[in-house]
């Protein structure tokens, strides 16, 4: 996802206002109804949030309250782990949990990216009024518990 040398302006690293801008459309399209001021707020909770928002399953391995650079390393490494592996099915090495935790801007804006085109594949909708605000979920992957286990 980040352009190649040579592509003119596109070689730039974005904007902070960019990747903002980037992630907040991607937090429209998945339904949180929530705006990112701030390139700090662009943590992995946000973006754990945005993968159980879009799938009915649960991450094991999340830190749940990550306060260090190093627990949202920890929750970046499982969440990409989780999104290659058994989403996407392709590697995404190119993309560093650190450079992730650090607030780095190309992996921010890459993973903003890859949310959105998994907000279009999962979250398209009917044309008709009855499905306007219903989305598609793919199941768990064997070995993953539910988001929302039945009671």
Not at 57 to 79: C, F, K, M, Q
Not at 108 to 127: G, K, M, T, V, Y
């Amino acid at each position: 996802l980040k352009p190649a040398p040579g592509a003119g302006r596109m070689t730039d690293a974005p904007t902070p206002r960019e990747v903002l801008a980037r992630i907040n459309a991607v937090l429209v399209v998945a339904g949180l109804n929530d705006t990112i001021f701030s390139i700090r707020d662009c943590n992995s909770t946000l973006f754990l949030l945005l993968f159980k928002k879009l799938f009915t399953w649960r991450l094991s391995g999340v830190i749940t309250d990550p306060s260090s650079t190093e627990e949202h390393e920890a929750n970046y490494a499982v969440l990409l782990n989780a999104i290659s592996s058994d989403v996407l099915e392709i590697p995404l090495g190119h993309i560093s949990p650190r450079a992730l935790a650090e607030g780095e801007l190309w992996p921010l804006h890459n993973l903003a990216e890859i949310f959105s085109e998994l907000c279009d594949i999962l979250l398209q909708r009917d044309p008709t009024p009855s499905s306007a605000t219903q989305g598609r979920h793919l199941p768990p992957p064997p070995g993953h518990p539910p988001a929302n286990p039945p009671p």
